[in-house]
Antibody, heavy 125, light 112 residues
Framework: QLQLQESGPGLVKPSETLYVTCTVS??????????WGWIRQSPGKGLDWIGS???????YYDPSLKSRLTLSVDTSRNQFSLRLTSATAADTGTYYCAKRGIDYSDYTDWFFDLWGRGTLVTVSS | QSALTQPRSVSGSLGQSVTLSCTGTDSNIGGYNYVSWYQHRPDKAPRLLIYDVYKRPSGVPDRFSGSKSANTASLTISGLQADDEADYYCCSYAGTFNVELVFGGGTRLTVL
C-alpha cells in the first residue's frame, strides 16, 4: 500500500537552506488526483501547515513562509520536496509529509489521509 | 499559539467515553464543514480518524465520532482502550486567501 518516508539533513546551520524530501512508495507521486502536503511540529508545540503541492507543480504556501519556501514534485524519483532558505532556530522541528485524501462522494479534500513518520531537523550552529 | 484551541490534556478510564474539544473562529471551524482529527502516538505517523466534521475513513472504529457546533468541534471516543492513549490534533480548512489549513495545539489523552 502507499507509504511516505521523509528524509532530511538532521542538522542545518542558521542562514543555510533546509531541504527535506518525501519518497512515495506503493504508488505514484504523479497521480492527477492528489495534493501532497508538508506539516511541521516545533518542539513542544502543535502542528503547523506549511504548504501543499500538486503533481503538476501548483503550490499553496503558508504566507508567513512564502518568501523562503519552495515545494516541488519530482515524478522521475517519485518524490516531493520542501526547500526553505535562510533557516533560523524557529524552523527547528519535525517535518511531516502527507497526502491529501479525497472523498469522492462530494469531492472534498481538506484532510490528510496518509502521513509519514516525520524527520527532525535542528537549526543550530 | 495555535489557531485552534485544544485542552492540553484529558483523561478517562478504560471503557468510559471522553470528548475532546477544538475551538476556532468563524474564519475556520465556524465557516466550513472541513474539520479533521488525527491520532498521533509516539514515533508513529499521525493517523486520520475523522474528516469533514463527522466522516470516518474505512478502518477507523465507530468508537470514534466527530461533531461540530458553531466554532467548536468535538471528537468523542467511546469504550476507551489502553492504546487510545495518544496525542489528538484537530484541523480545519481556513479559506484560500491565507493559511489554507490550521491545526490545534493537540490534546494528550491519558487512559487510566
Amino acid at each position: 500500500q502507499l507509504q511516505l518516508q521523509e528524509s532530511g539533513p538532521g542538522l542545518v546551520k542558521p542562514s543555510e537552506t533546509l531541504y527535506v524530501t518525501c519518497t512515495v512508495s506503493g504508488g505514484s507521486v504523479g497521480s492527477d488526483s492528489h495534493y501532497w502536503g508538508w506539516i511541521r511540529q516545533s518542539p513542544g508545540k502543535g502542528l503547523d501547515w506549511i504548504g501543499s503541492v500538486f503533481y503538476n507543480g501548483d503550490t499553496y504556501y503558508d504566507p508567513s513562509l512564502k518568501s523562503r519556501l519552495t515545494l516541488s514534485v519530482d515524478t522521475s524519483r517519485n518524490q516531493f520536496s520542501l526547500r526553505l532558505t535562510s533557516a533560523t532556530a524557529a524552523d527547528t522541528g519535525t517535518y511531516y509529509c502527507a497526502k491529501r485524501g479525497i472523498d469522492y462522494s462530494d469531492y472534498t479534500d481538506w484532510f490528510f489521509d496518509l502521513w509519514g513518520r516525520g524527520t527532525l531537523v535542528t537549526v543550530s550552529s | 499559539q495555535s489557531a485552534l484551541t485544544q485542552p492540553r490534556s484529558v483523561s478517562g478510564s478504560l471503557g468510559q467515553s471522553v470528548t475532546l474539544s477544538c475551538t476556532g473562529t468563524d474564519s475556520n471551524i465556524g465557516g466550513y464543514n472541513y474539520v479533521s482529527w488525527y491520532q498521533h502516538r509516539p514515533d508513529k505517523a499521525p493517523r486520520l480518524l475523522i474528516y469533514d466534521v463527522y466522516k470516518r475513513p474505512s478502518g477507523v472504529p465507530d468508537r470514534f465520532s466527530g461533531s461540530k457546533s458553531a466554532n467548536t468541534a468535538s471528537l468523542t471516543i467511546s469504550g476507551l482502550q489502553a492504546d487510545d492513549e495518544a496525542d489528538y490534533y484537530c484541523c480545519s480548512y481556513a479559506g484560500t486567501f491565507n493559511v489554507e489549513l490550521v491545526f490545534g495545539g493537540g490534546t494528550r489523552l491519558t487512559v487510566l
